[in-house]
Structures are given as structure tokens and as C-alpha cells.
């Protein structure tokens, strides 16, 4: 049997149980034929063989980002103005003004990732301040969580019926109060949705990323998913993860666990516990440390997920739980054990944690005892520079604890929340490996983080099988990289580029 393509002259990690490394690597239909040293793949070689010299770049097993909104992420870099790194309101109006003159034919002004923790003037941007943008046309600025907004005048009058008067008069909103204003918004066509999805996934592949577990919020995404596929446009894997409100759309359509193929499936059911750190809406077992009269919000009782998690266990369904404060992780464990009994004998469905942020050692351990799978963010390690703020010292020992989570046998995937955060797969690994000084003992080897972001992401899709690690018979997905990052200094990691992802032997180069 000879082989299509032969990738040769690299520094591979196979990352398998054998730690195999390699020079060559031999792909025939997609899948590895063979990989090792030259003389390894000789035979398979012909003159029908197409050879690629990767020039001595290293390869590593396809990454594989595990928590990405990728058509919110599309959505968001064609329709609103970026606020991301702004140092002060006035700079986010100015941004802002000027995407309004860019933008004419847009019905409202919208701005994204604002971080009110950066802002020279030390408080969160209110209605008045966008209200000298405009009072006329509809504004609306959501912080980088996702979790929290403010809106204008002229947006807030749209809701005006539904939040309170201390919510109207500063036009911050967080939670629920901000969905219904997410809801005001008009809504992108189909097209639209489309084009913007397919941008994002290029984003992604260039980024140094093979596949992704993609959020999906509503049936028109979703379709637009499947149209790209349907079209064979899809540049990388997609893991498709719907909110749990859409299971009985994906039951009409007779859509079951894994349904679709090895490029598109459907994966985990979403659920969601508490809101997130950067909005004090993550559900604490004690009070913020910096406001103490706020514990954030839990969502739902134990009793109550596992009564949900039961009904969608009978589906033979995988559910990934957002939880991020230690309230929030303690009440979903004992839901997912509770649970346990009815179709989820010994975790076999996978349920997964996203975010896991603040734990302490009893949950991790528990974690572990349940083969619950923790879903992370490195980069909100830095991003969240506020964090210890937030919690006190004391707390702040057990926040992203993804060493003592390894040690303890938490398996770990690792994804970006993107556009939470910068789609970056370097940075990613970059971040999981150099962390702030006072959590070093929690930062994770090179090889830890890769092995995270690609075996540990596949695993928690239920491909282990066919990706994650580089074997014969698994499907051809690598990174290729400019500097061998397992002989690179910790803080050189930075530097490394990506030069090329390879998706089932087809490569293509950044």
C-alpha cells in the first residue's frame, strides 16, 4: 500500500502512551498510514506519492479548542465595533462613534468585549455615557463575559417595562435582565449567520486549530452549520454543543447524540449554573471579597439539575455544565451524581464542567471520583487579572487549579471561549504554562497542555478514536509549529508560530 502524501523532515510528538517521536509522517484516505523516521516510511513511497518538506518544524497532534462561540465570534467582528483593550470610556465612545459612521446601515450600535477593570475612570460605562453617543439609535455594549451589558436611552425603552428603576436609570444589566434586551437586537440572516461562521472557522484553522467544540444558541445557527457542511465548507472538525433548549428541535429532526459524521456531530447538550466572575454573577459558597454582600447566582438546585440531567441522560445525551464559582461546581456534582443511576453509570456519557474556575480540594477530588471531565480557559488566568480581588488570597489558591487537577486525575480539555478571549492556540498554550505569580504551582508543562488541548478536547468529544493523538489509523490532523516548543524556555513559548494545520492529510498553510 503506498501512501498520497508523505510529510517529511519534521520534529513530530506523536503524543500517544509511547511518546513517540518522528520525522516522517505518511497519510493515505485522510488517515495515518505510517510515521516515524525516513527509512520507516520508505516503502511506502512511490512515485504517485506527493512529498512536503516541513523544513524542520515541529508537529504536534492537531488542538482542538473545546469551548469556542465561533458564529457569535463571526458575528460579532462584522457587526459591532470592538472594544476589546480599551483604557477608558472615552476611548470605547470613540471606537464607537466611529463604527457608527462606518456603519450607517446598521439599526443599532453595538460594541463587544468592553472590560470595565481597565478603565482609567474606575467605574463601569452607564447610559449616559452612550446616550452622548446617540439617544436616538439603540446602543448596546456587552462586557467580554457575555454576562453583563449597558444600553442607551433609546434601547433601554424597549425594555423599560421589564427591569427595574435603578436598572433603567444607570443602564447596566446583567443575567436574564440582559437577555431581554439581547432579544431587542435584530437578528442576522441566514446568510449572514453563514458567511460570518465561515469566517470564524477560517479564523480558527489559521490559528493553529483543527477542530472545535462550537456553542450553538439557536436553530438557525445550527442550520447554517449544516449547510457549510452539507457545501463541504467546513475547514476544520465542529463538535456542534446546543443549549438544552433546543433538544426537542434536535428530537424533531431525529438528531441523536453523535449524529452526523466524522467533519460535523452533534455533541453535548449545554446547561448553565451561575454567570460568570467578571459580572459577580458566579455562584460563591461565601461572599466576593470585594463585595461582600454578594454571593453571585446559583441557577438551579442539585435536586433540580439532576431531575434535568435524568431526562436528558434518557437520550443518551452528554451535558456540559457552566459552572464556574465553587457553589456552582459543588451543586452540579451532586446533580451529575445523583443522577448517575439513571443512564450514566460511572460518567460513560462524559458530562463535562465548562470554566470549573474557583474549586477547592474536596471538589477536585470529587471531580476526579466522578470522571467528571473539566473544560478550561487558560487565558483567563491573566485576562481575569482581577480575580484574586475577588476572592481574597485564600480562595484565590484554588482558582484555576489545573496542576492539582491533573495530579488528582481530572481530565482536562482546554478551550478559549472565544470571543471571550483571543482565538489564539499559542497564546493558549502560552498561558496555561506561564501563569501569574502567585499561582505558579498551577501552571501546567508544555506537553501537559498540548496533550490537554488535543487528546484531553477529543476525549471530552467522544473522539479519542480518531483524533487527538498522532497513530496509525487516526485520522491525519497535526499543528505545525516554528520552534520545537518541548525544547523552548517557558517564556520563549510566545514566540512560536504556527506555520501550518494539516485536516485528514490537507494542508494548509498560514
Not at 29 to 34: D, E, Q, V
Not at 272 to 290: C, I, Q, V, W
Not at 400 to 415: D, H, N, R, S
Amino acid at each position: 500500500m503506498s501512501a498520497d502524501t508523505v510529510f517529511e523532515n519534521c520534529n513530530g510528538h506523536a503524543l500517544d502512551q509511547l511518546g513517540t517521536k518522528f520525522t516522517c509522517i505518511a497519510v493515505k484516505g485522510g488517515r495515518i498510514l505510517g510515521l516515524g523516521s525516513g527509512s520507516d516510511v520508505a516503502h511506502l513511497i512511490t512515485h504517485h506519492t506527493k512529498r512536503i518538506d516541513l523544513c524542520g518544524c515541529t508537529v504536534v497532534p492537531g488542538l482542538i479548542d473545546a469551548h469556542n462561540h465561533l458564529i457569535h465570534y463571526g458575528i460579532e467582528a462584522t457587526r459591532s465595533a470592538d472594544l476589546t483593550g480599551c483604557r477608558s470610556i472615552a476611548e470605547m465612545k470613540d471606537r464607537l462613534r466611529r463604527f457608527h459612521e462606518e456603519h450607517p446601515e446598521e439599526r443599532w450600535l453595538l460594541g463587544h468585549r468592553f472590560d470595565q477593570e481597565l478603565f482609567a475612570e474606575g467605574r463601569w460605562p452607564t447610559r449616559a455615557d452612550l446616550d452622548e453617543i446617540s439617544q436616538d439609535t439603540p446602543i448596546m455594549i456587552s462586557r467580554l463575559c457575555l454576562h453583563a451589558v449597558v444600553a442607551n436611552s433609546a434601547a433601554l425603552a424597549l425594555v423599560q417595562q421589564h427591569i427595574s428603576p435603578q436598572q433603567m436609570k444607570t443602564g447596566i444589566l446583567f443575567e436574564n435582565s440582559a437577555d431581554l434586551l439581547w432579544q431587542q437586537i435584530p437578528e442576522p440572516t441566514f446568510a449572514q449567520i453563514k458567511e460570518a461562521a465561515f469566517w470564524a472557522m477560517l479564523k480558527a484553522r489559521r490559528s493553529g486549530l483543527t477542530g472545535v467544540h462550537c456553542m450553538v444558541t439557536s436553530e438557525k445557527e445550527l442550520e447554517a452549520l449544516a449547510a457549510l457542511h452539507q457545501e463541504g465548507r467546513l475547514p476544520l472538525r465542529l463538535i456542534v454543543c446546543c443549549l438544552y433548549g433546543m433538544a426537542d428541535y434536535l428530537a424533531e429532526l431525529g438528531l441523536r447524540p453523535r449524529s452526523g459524521n466524522d467533519s460535523f456531530q452533534i455533541g453535548p447538550l449545554k446547561v448553565f449554573m451561575d454567570g460568570s466572575m467578571g459580572a459577580r454573577t458566579a455562584a460563591l459558597k461565601e461572599p466576593y471579597t470585594d463585595d461582600p454582600d454578594n454571593s453571585g447566582l446559583l441557577f438551579r438546585s442539585d435536586t433540580e439539575l439532576a431531575d434535568l440531567l435524568k431526562k436528558i441522560q434518557s437520550g443518551g445525551f452528554q451535558v456540559a455544565i457552566h459552572a464556574i464559582g465553587d457553589l456552582a461546581v459543588e451543586t452540579a456534582l451532586r446533580g451529575i451524581e445523583a443522577a448517575m443511576a439513571f443512564g450514566n453509570e460511572g460518567n460513560r456519557l462524559r458530562h463535562r464542567i465548562e470554566h470549573a474556575s474557583v474549586l477547592a480540594p474536596d471538589l477536585i477530588k470529587k471531580m476526579a471520583g466522578l470522571r467528571v471531565i473539566a473544560v478550561v480557559q487558560p487565558q483567563f488566568v491573566i485576562t481575569d487579572f482581577w480575580t484574586r480581588e475577588r476572592v481574597g488570597a485564600e480562595r484565590y489558591r484554588w482558582c484555576y487549579p489545573f496542576k492539582t487537577m491533573l495530579a488528582e486525575g481530572v481530565t482536562l480539555a482546554m478551550g478559549s471561549d472565544c470571543p471571550v478571549e483571543r482565538l489564539d492556540a499559542v497564546e493558549l498554550i502560552y498561558r496555561a504554562v506561564n501563569r501569574e505569580p502567585f499561582s505558579l504551582n498551577e501552571r501546567l508543562s508544555t506537553e501537559e497542555a498540548v496533550r490537554a488541548y488535543s487528546l484531553g478536547s477529543a476525549y471530552a468529544g467522544h473522539t479519542e478514536g480518531l483524533v487527538g493523538s498522532l497513530e496509525v489509523g487516526k485520522f491525519a490532523d497535526f499543528t505545525v509549529l516554528s520552534q520545537d516548543i518541548f525544547a523552548t524556555e517557558p517564556e520563549a513559548l510566545r514566540e512560536t508560530q504556527v506555520r501550518a494545520t494539516v485536516l485528514a492529510g490537507d494542508m494548509l498553510q498560514v
